[in-house]
Nanobody, 127 residues
Framework: QVQLVESGGDSVQAGGSLRLSCATS????????MAWFRQSPGKEREGVAVGAFAGSNDYDDSVKGRFTISHDDDKKILYLQMMNLNANDTAMYYC?????????????????????WGQGTQVTVSS
């Protein structure tokens, strides 16, 4: 059973930064495709960043240049560094994992493709 626990969400001013963390129970980290999604009230869950640790990371256009996905293999923690935040970034943020092959498929941006999810952490950006 894969367990994912997010933390680091907070309320910040526009232009500020946050780093989200996702502690995982993954036994073999490199075997998984890891991703960050977000969801605002009334909207569908959308992919923000996808990380294939044997390959390159990928980002939604709305966060390119501002968000960075990374990981600590020893601690088994996934991170999302967020900079220059704006009101449109306000959402519940989730980390998700799936078998590694998904990272090389177009479905990697679909929430339905991920079987494992954390409980989410709230990010609120005020202008």
């Amino acid at each position: 059973q894969v367990q994912l626990v997010e933390s680091g969400g907070d309320s910040v001013q526009a232009g500020g930064s946050l780093r989200l963390s996702c502690a995982t129970s993954l036994a073999t980290y490199a075997s998984y495709c890891m991703a960050w999604f977000r969801q605002s009230p009334g909207k569908e869950r959308e992919g923000v960043a996808v990380g294939a640790f044997a390959g390159s990371n990928d980002y939604d256009d709305s966060v390119k240049g501002r968000f960075t996905i990374s990981h600590d293999d020893d601690k088994k923690i996934l991170y999302l560094q967020m900079m220059n935040l704006n009101a449109n970034d306000t959402a519940m943020y989730y980390c998700a994992s799936a078998p590694r092959l998904l990272c090389y498929q177009s479905d990697r941006w679909s929430a339905r493709s991920y079987p494992y999810w954390g409980q989410g952490t709230q990010v609120t950006v005020s202008s």
